[in-house]
């Protein structure tokens, strides 16, 4: 491929720094690494933190014991323990140590993976699309090649391959992965310690959160050997020391245009935004019925702040004047590179005005985009996915949504229908959160679309919200997987002739919201379409200098433990115990009325006497990382484990649209704490000893 | 004088809080105080705060035993101490504790005075005016009449009185003082300590600073038994608690116009950062000599970066649009409130755009204001001020300078002018720093003036900066103050006969400054009669409803213990040992590299295990204080000593242009931790017993 100078490279590349970069296994910056600091990893020591790594699906992991010990974080397995809990073992509240393997919990539904094998395909791919084909044909082709290949691998592996595109489609891979079903819950502390500080200290440093669990993987019944675990460090970090995050980050929009990035600032965050009150609100009006009502709703709020919170660092990212001026440049940069190429310029002249126009497009559709749809209620989501598929099964493959089109597609979409939870709120089993949320979610339509609007007439049918959430909550029996697998097998006659209220309600919304989404569908093949053109420019322009956007595929990014400024002051590159024990007497210990989220659990205020209070509990280091790297294992230039990524700073939620490195610290628990709070406050030497081989 | 109705009262107060307000001691918030705090203090509590309060001089202090022990902050007493400090005896560096009172060091040239009588003199004074009288006359009898009234109260008290203008001249006091010269230290804790974290956390909560000193006041040669003195309080404060400041705010300036906040905004605070930033890097420069050197100027960059600080917060203040919003809504109402009244229409309608103009004249005079001047030599600038005393004494009293007009004015010119110690930098004493800073000085001017520009050209006299600093430097007496002390005796014709290098350069100076001024002159004119105009309006639409801008004089101000919003979380309200220590490990303790201010003595890392950590160290609260508050006494209900003012946070320093009670907080050094600090650090549980009584 056609390439710059150097010179030119250089010039053209205003946004590119050091510690910027989420790279790839096959593309680490092994130039800027020996450059920066003297470091240069062997293929072994690439390999064996890799191999190391499992992603949770959302979170990551990484075993740390020879017999399939695996750590995250204590917000990874949170809904599992939440799960497990009742009334009598409130697992989220009080922690649990198996003091024993056979003690250990065994958390149902959740799926671990391992990174073993990664072939770039896409020359392969290429050669398969035989010239002069058709669009359409092309599509075939290559969709073809892969399931050919994605056949071969597995045969040959016993692996489960997936297709990976990078640098929007510039590459094309097949990742190979070994799959654990059999997760069982070994030790998580208290929530008051795992999310110290509540919803105020998320995402603010100084921080003090224990955010660990730890889980075992088995297999066949016995506690799995992976070939490679983690050595847990025995020396310890200390400020300016390197460290390495290898996990699995999930999404970045930093290869959007300038106009994107404007169309979320003004009006796609903010509206995020607005719903999250709204949905807070709601969940807050729920939990004021009683404690046991607030004990229900109590993840779920933190879970609407978490992300409300992260929108609005990106919001104050997407507003800083200096910043943006930089991404101006850099895009005016790609740009003249591309003016100066006849071929590019043919391609990709203009992409940039193509997807601004497609913005405002996307802006005329925001508010049907926020109110049509399943008005808050998990269980009329799922019926409308039911209609849909019916409906969509019918058509012959090319009039079909793309998601309904690929065998494989099908497949994932009738098991995730399902199975048994479902929905961001899970709340379809708790028909009384249900129908207060249907209700709220029917009232807001109603108010923001108009009484007039055809999917206000459509789902009232001149009834009152509240009427309409109950008979249907009441009425359906959606939330049995069985009576959801019988629909599914029974295709589009049984799900026309199904009295079930919610699939009622959803037979006669899918005309409407087929309609907002092929209109939704039309904008987006426009910004996929050119943004896809402006990605082969830049991977024309800059080849793989320049690192993929983040896809929820195994990343790793490097960074030195440091400080940054904020708040007048320069914030501190560790917190310790006494840090935390300050923050919970600040407050006025656990007598504190009023703000309650900076109290302890009685056993650590009986222990305070036995531990170290210089003993390191968070960590503040310039790491470029985003959600999905939550329970990554932070290690360092020997590949041991000295941390657990937990959290961003506010300013690193920037990050989604730039990495800052001046500001953007990742946060992670250091490894010392974790083993001395092991051993003095939980009692379970036996772990500490399993961890550190001794 | 005709007010508004209560409800046009109340909506012509938009910017006006509970907890805004520096109040005067004849005029305390009873009706909010009792209304919010259902508290009522009587005059015996009023009274007896008062009296056990003392003006320091910029700083405020308060009498905490019955044997004149004295408690202010360690940046009250710093000055002294680093002046009575050696290479062999680090006061600053070490600290100091007297084991007895023989030990107590005398810390020369300080005043401290209680404030002991006040009297209400307008009607007096308004009476001496005969209707009829022209402007000038009706000046000088007020002069007149003042003159008087001072020295009858003074002839009767014994006391020392001074004139307090308030509310820009709506009321006339009269107040008495009882002045203190003989005062020494007893007690102060090692800088670390005091000002842990240094400049970086200076203004920045939370805080971990012990930042007290304790002086006694001696009169006769023996301890002073002062009639009050504050009770150290046995029972500590809490979230919520009631706590009020008694103290002396130097300057707000809440009262100015909205467009004369825009060119503080645009110019003034810009300028004034600029030249921070310089002073600021010619200390560096010399304290980069070595070590002895870099002690020199440790207390004068941490002064400079305290300056900076505070007016980069202002700034950040008048950059808020929503408080600025605020603003110009309370001028818009009380220009609304003047339109409909023909006399103040009359006296003050046009007083805003005359102001406006003012500022615009303002900007065109900044450069030279900048430039035009001492060029950085404190020698220099009492070389200007002995030749323009010189000259101004010649002329006729209505054509002098208005610091010239009076004996008074006078008199306080020429002791402040033969004294030991002069100028913010306190530099003359050190010629290898005062030629530096010349130098630089000139050749700051000689840049930002222009070679041609008349000053240059009189105080370079075609020679390099360096020469013509060190030249005068070398050959200057004026450290000396009998040298000066004989200028000012000689009048004219001493001055000009002087050889003196300093005063020759002052000499050919004075016409260029002289013009200068006058410049100046015109415009204050302008900005004080108006601004008189606007307040003489404001007190008549709101009488006293509203305090007056602070003026150096006593006032209390009242709030709670109080969390506030900053850096995406709430701050707690306490900060306690444990967070120094936490601080100070979080940075990597005593063998951190490159950060150093969060190091602590070895006596702190010693005796750690001693302190209770859980006991407060700092505390913010909602109270509205400024600069001149330092070293305040935070006293309780009960008017028992509960913490020591010594600091606010960044957001705080908006309070130079409007009160936010949302998160405008002051830092005060909990009691509890002086106390456990003095018997457990110190090892004087001597003074611990003096101030509970035990």
């Known amino acids: 491929m056609r390439r710059l100078s150097a010179l030119a490279l250089l010039l053209a590349l205003p946004i590119l720094r050091a510690e910027d970069g989420m790279w790839t296994f096959d593309n680490l910056p092994l130039k800027q690494l020996k450059e920066k600091y003297a470091f240069e990893p062997g293929k072994d020591w690439i390999d064996h933190v890799r191999l190391s790594t499992l992603t949770l699906g959302g979170c990551t992991g990484s075993f740390v014991s020879a017999d399939g010990l695996v750590l995250t974080n204590h917000h990874c397995t949170r809904g599992s323990l939440q799960r497990l809990s009742t009334k009598d073992r409130d697992l989220v509240k009080d922690g649990f140590v198996a003091a024993t393997r056979d003690q250990e919990i065994k958390l149902p539904g959740l799926t671990y993976r391992t990174l073993m094998a990664m072939e ?21 082709a290559r969709a073809k090649e892969l399931d050919a290949i994605k056949a071969e691998l597995e045969k040959a592996s016993g692996l489960t391959y997936d297709v990976v595109n990078l640098y929007q489609g510039g590459e094309t891979w097949m990742y190979g992965f070994k799959t654990f079903k059999d997760i069982r819950l070994v030790a998580a502390p208290e929530i008051a310690v795992a999310a110290f500080g509540g919803d105020y200290d998320n995402f603010t440093y100084p921080r003090h959160d224990l955010d660990f669990s730890m889980v075992r993987v088995y297999e066949n019944g016995k506690p799995y050997h992976p070939a490679h675990h983690l050595t847990w460090s025995t020396e310890g970090l200390k400020m300016g020391d390197l460290t390495f995050v290898v996990g699995h980050p999930g999404r970045t929009s930093r290869l959007q245009t300038f106009a994107q990035m404007k169309y979320d600032r003004d009006f796609g965050i903010p509206a995020y935004l607005r719903n999250a009150d709204r949905t807070r609100a709601i969940l807050e009006e729920y939990g004021k019925r009683d404690a046991e009502h607030a004990r229900q709703v109590q993840t779920l709020i933190l879970g609407v702040n978490n992300g409300s919170k992260a929108n609005e660092g990106s919001l104050a990212g997407l ?30 002249g203009k992409s940039w005005a193509r997807i601004e126009q497609a913005t405002q497009l996307q802006k005329g559709l925001l ?82 679309l108009g009484p007039q609007h055809p999917f206000v007439v459509a789902i009232l049918g001149g009834k009152k919200p509240a009427d309409v959430a109950k008979a249907a909550v009441e009425g359906t029996k959606l939330n049995d997987p069985a009576v959801r697998k019988a629909l599914i097998e029974g295709g589009k006659k049984a799900v026309t002739e199904s009295g079930d209220p919610m699939i009622v309600l959803a037979r006669k919304l899918e005309p409407i919201l087929l309609g907002l989404r092929k209109k939704q569908d039309d904008v987006r093949a426009i910004l996929e379409e050119h943004g896809a053109r402006i990605a082969k420019a830049r991977f024309a322009v800059y080849g793989k200098a320049l690192p993929p956007d983040a896809t929820g595929t195994l990343r790793i990014t490097y960074g030195a433990v440091a400080t940054y400024p904020a708040n007048g002051t320069l914030q501190q590159p560790f917190t310790t115990w006494a840090g935390l024990y300050d923050r919970h007497f600040g407050w006025g210990g656990n007598e504190a009325k009023d703000y309650t989220d900076w109290r302890l659990p009685q056993r650590w205020l009986d222990r305070m006497g036995k531990l170290d209070l210089r003993t390191p509990l968070n960590f503040s280091h310039a790491v470029d990382t985003t959600g999905g790297n939550s329970g990554s294992p932070v290690v360092n230039r020997k590949g041991e484990l000295v941390g657990l990524l937990f959290d961003g700073n506010i300013e690193g939620n920037a990050g989604r649209y730039y990495y800052d490195e001046k500001v953007n610290r990742s946060v992670s628990v250091d490894a010392r704490a974790i083993l001395e709070a092991l051993v003095k406050i939980y009692d379970a030497p036996h772990l500490a000893a399993e961890l550190t081989g001794k």
Chains 1, 2 share one sequence.
């Open 367 to 448: 508010k049907e985009a926020r109110s049509v749809g399943s008005a808050r209620s998990t269980t009329l989501g799922q019926a409308l996915a039911l209609v849909r598929l019916a409906e969509q099964q019918e058509l012959p493959v090319e009039k079909r949504l793309t998601e309904y089109r690929s065998e494989g597609g099908l497949k994932v979409l009738k098991t995730r229908l399902s199975g048994p939870a479902m929905g961001m709120m899970g709340q379809g089993a708790n028909p009384e959160l249900e129908t207060l949320l249907f209700t709220r979610g029917l009232e807001d339509a109603a108010r923001e």
């Open 120 to 140: 770039n395909v896409t020359e392969r791919v290429a050669k398969a699309v035989k010239p002069g084909l058709g669009e359409k044909a092309a599509a075939a």
């Open 319 to 348: 507003k800083d004047a200096e910043a943006m001026k930089r991404i101006e440049d850099a895009e005016k940069a790609l740009k003249a590179a591309v003016a100066k190429d006849p071929k590019l310029t043919a391609s990709t």
